[in-house]
C-alpha cells in the first residue's frame, strides 16, 4: 500500500474527530442528548514514555474542529491479572500519565476505565499486546516527485525504506511513526511590529501595527519537533512470516544540506486499531481530505460509553509494543546535479539589546511543548 498524505494535524484531530459507525453515510452527525463529543485517545505501550490518556470534548458536529481538554477525570487501567494502574493528569492539560515505571508487557491484555466530573463513565474492550519484530535494515533514497515544480519544496526528497522480518503467527498488524529534531537559534518571532514580553512569554502586539518582524534568540539549547503527517499501516495477511523488504515508511524533505536527524517507531498494534486505521485510509483514498470522511467511519471501535450506551464515543484505545531505530541521513551525498535545497528563509530582524542598556533581555527561553524542547534527544551526536 503507498503511502498516503494527509494533514498535518492528523494526530492532534485523529481521535477528536474520526469514528466508526455501521450506519448508511451521512453528512454531518448531531449528537442526541448531549451538548458535545467525548474523545478519548489512549496508547498503553511498552516504551515507558509512550503510555498516556488524552480526553477532549469536542462541538456536537463532526464537522467542527474546536475541542477542549476535559480536566479532573478518573483514568485507569488494569491488566488481565486485576492489577489496577492509575493515570493522573499532567501536562497538558487533559492528558493523563501513569505512575513511574509502568509500562505494559508483551503477552499482557489491558482494559481502560474513565470516569468525568459529570458521572459519565466509560470502558474500552480488552485489548492484547503482541510483540513486534525489530528494524533490520533502512535506507534513504534521493527521489523527485516530477508532478511538482521545481520551486515546490514536496518535489525532492528522501524516500526512506526498511526491511523486518514478519513472525510466524498469524495476524500481525504494524505502524510507523516518526520524528524529527532539529535544533534551533531562534525561538520566538514577533510579527506585526510586536515585541517579546518575558513576562507573559509570548509576543505582544502594539497598537498601531507595522511591517515589522523582530526575532529572538533562545537563551540555551532547543530543539523543534517534527513528526510524520501521513498514517502508514501494514497487515502481513499476504506476507505472514516471510522478510518484508523496501517498505516506504517516510520522506524527508530535501530544505538543507545539512544531516537529518531521524527517529523511526515501528509498533505492533492490535487488529482493531488496524482496522481503526484502515477505514480511514480508504476514505482519504476516495474522498482526498481527512475532513471528508463520512460520519460512518468516525466512531470508536473499542470505547464504548456505560452510562449512556447510545452515545457516540470518539477515539481508539491503542495497545501497542514498540521498537525504535535513530538514523543520522546525510541530504549531501547523491544528489543529482542540478538539483538545490529549498532553504528556508526567515524574515525580519534578530534582535539585540541597545549597547549600554540596563536590565535589558534579549534572550528566550525553550518553552516545552509537542513541537519544542529543550531536552538533548536521544542519540544527538551534532
Keep these: 500500500m503507498p503511502q498516503l498524505y494527509k494533514s498535518s494535524l492528523f494526530y ?33 505501550s511498552d516504551d515507558a514514555a509512550l503510555s498516556k490518556v488524552r480526553l477532549t470534548s469536542s462541538s456536537n458536529r463532526l464537522t467542527s474542529q474546536f475541542s477542549l481538554p476535559i480536566s479532573k477525570a478518573t483514568v485507569s487501567v488494569t491488566d488481565q491479572n486485576g492489577v489496577k494502574t492509575a493515570f493522573t493528569e499532567g501536562i497538558p492539560t487533559g492528558t493523563y500519565y ?25 470502558e474500552s474492550a480488552v485489548e492484547t499486546m503482541k510483540a513486534v519484530p525489530e528494524i533490520e535494515n533502512l535506507i534513504t533514497r534521493f527521489e523527485t516527485l516530477e508532478q511538482y515544480p521545481k520551486v515546490d519544496v514536496r518535489r525532492a526528497g528522501f524516500s526512506v525504506y526498511l526491511d523486518f522480518k514478519d513472525f510466524q503467527s498469524e495476524g500481525d498488524f504494524y505502524l510507523w511513526n516518526w520524528k524529527h529534531f532539529e535544533k534551533i537559534r531562534l525561538c520566538a518571532t514577533c510579527t506585526d511590529g510586536g515585541r517579546y514580553d518575558f513576562k507573559k512569554l509570548d509576543c505582544v502586539q502594539p497598537r498601531f501595527p507595522t511591517d515589522a518582524i523582530l526575532n529572538y534568540m533562545c537563551d540555551g539549547n532547543c530543539w523543534d519537533i517534527s513528526t510524520n503527517n501521513d498514517l502508514n499501516v501494514f497487515s502481513d495477511v499476504l506476507t505472514n512470516g516471510q522478510r518484508v523488504v523496501g517498505r516506504q515508511v517516510a520522506r524527508i524533505p530535501f530544505d538543507n544540506w545539512t544531516p537529518y536527524y531521524f527517529r523511526l517507531e515501528q509498533r505492533s498494534i492490535t487488529r482493531s486499531a488496524f482496522d481503526f486505521y484502515q477505514s ?3 476514505q482519504i483514498q476516495s474522498s482526498g481530505s481527512l475532513f471528508d470522511v463520512p460520519a460512518e467511519t468516525r466512531f470508536s471501535l473499542n470505547i464504548k460509553s456505560l452510562t449512556n450506551p447510545a452515545e457516540k464515543v470518539i477515539g481508539i484505545f491503542n495497545v501497542f509494543s514498540v521498537r525504535k531505530k535513530i538514523f543520522i541521513v546525510d541530504r ?18 534578530t534582535y539585540a539589546c541597545p549597547p549600554g542598556s540596563v536590565g535589558c533581555q534579549d534572550k528566550v527561553p525553550c518553552i516545552e511543548s509537542n513541537t519544542r524542547t529543550k531536552i538533548t534527544p536521544e542519540g544527538w551526536v551534532f
Design 98 to 122: 501513569p505512575s513511574a515505571g509502568f509500562k505494559g508487557a508483551v503477552g499482557s491484555s489491558y482494559k481502560l476505565a474513565v470516569k468525568l466530573l459529570t458521572g459519565q463513565t466509560y
Design 332 to 349: 549531501s551525498k547523491n544528489i543529482p546535479i542540478g538539483e538545490l535545497p529549498i532553504i528556508p528563509i526567515i524574515p525580519g530582524e
Design 280 to 282: 480511514l485510509i480508504s
Design 12 to 44: 492532534t484531530i485523529l481521535v477528536g474527530l474520526i469514528a466508526w459507525a455501521c450506519v448508511n453515510p451521512i453528512t454531518d452527525f448531531v449528537q442526541v442528548d448531549s451538548t458535545s463529543f467525548t474523545t478519548i485517545e489512549a496508547d498503553i
